[in-house]
């Protein structure tokens, strides 16, 4: 098994500067509020304002404490590897299973699970265009790729798949490691 995480690694000065900067934004729109309330019907105006300040505070506190977890089942755990009740352990996939985590906070979630028969390419944002037959439905399916990874989406791979007939597409920041191990595993489900 091989995994990686994205995103949720900020410092303590981090941390710091952010609890200052949200600080500074309550005044910023206490005191907005407070020169909106003075003019007729500014109790109205105030609504937006403070549903805008909760939208920003929640923007900012899923960038700082959400992360992407990739795992890749790419080997069976050793002979004599056991679990907790003596038994041998097991992958829970298939091998080549590649599975996307979300974590907010402490608590995580499976966002997404990619079987090795259903793998198609990965790509990264210029190569699209070396697919071939198909192109137009493969361009439609990276542009509506579900993004799986924290800050810009520049730099990015994409993972194209097939589930039900339609293409389907993910993107995520893999290391060049990950992204070579999912073009072995490609090219060995596209050789059998």
């Given at each position: ?24 934004l309550v005044i910023l729109a206490r005191m907005l509020m407070n020169a909106v309330s ?39 755990p050793e002979e004599g590897d056991l679990d907790q009740y003596g038994n041998q352990r ?7 299973t590649l599975v996307f985590e979300q974590f907010s906070g402490g608590k995580g979630r ?83």
């Amino acid at each position: 098994m091989y995994q990686e995480t994205n995103g949720g690694n900020a410092t303590k000065k981090q941390d710091l500067l952010l609890f200052f900067g949200l600080l500074a934004l309550v005044i910023l729109a206490r005191m907005l509020m407070n020169a909106v309330s003075s003019i007729p019907h500014g109790g109205i105006l105030q609504i937006p304002l403070f549903i805008g300040l909760i939208l920003v505070c929640l923007a900012i506190y899923k960038k700082r404490l959400c992360s992407y977890r990739y795992t890749l089942f790419n080997m069976e755990p050793e002979e004599g590897d056991l679990d907790q009740y003596g038994n041998q352990r097991r992958n829970p996939y298939p091998l080549g299973t590649l599975v996307f985590e979300q974590f907010s906070g402490g608590k995580g979630r499976i966002v997404d699970t990619v079987a090795p028969g259903e793998m198609q390419a990965i790509v990264t944002d210029g190569c699209i265009g070396i697919l071939g037959d198909g192109a137009e439905e493969l361009q439609s399916a990276v542009k509506k790729a579900a993004v799986l990874c924290t800050g810009k989406r520049s730099g990015t791979s994409t993972l194209i798949f097939k589930r039900d007939g339609k293409y389907q597409a993910i993107a995520f920041k893999p290391s060049n490691k990950l992204v070579k191990m999912l073009e072995e595993i490609i090219a060995a489900v596209n050789a059998a």
